[in-house]
């Protein structure tokens, strides 16, 4: 029996391997009934943060 040395994706046309370390991490929001809503919307490239785009607004219920 011979072990595949990758897996293969279900779908050729995803790439699951990138060339380079970044990241798009979407942070909050926090819970609603805490003041100040903010939700923050982080590129990192291994640990360091290249851009964050803040969301402030409110959470109707």
Do not use: T, W
Request: glycine content about 6%; proline content about 8%.
């Amino acid at each position: 029996m011979q072990i595949p040395s990758k897996l293969k994706p279900y779908y050729e046309n995803i790439a699951f391997e990138q060339e380079d370390s970044k990241m798009i991490i979407n942070l909050g929001p926090q819970h609603p009934s805490a003041h100040g809503n903010l939700r923050l919307i982080l590129e990192l490239d291994g640990e360091q943060v290249v851009k964050a785009r803040p969301c402030i607004g409110y959470m109707h219920r």
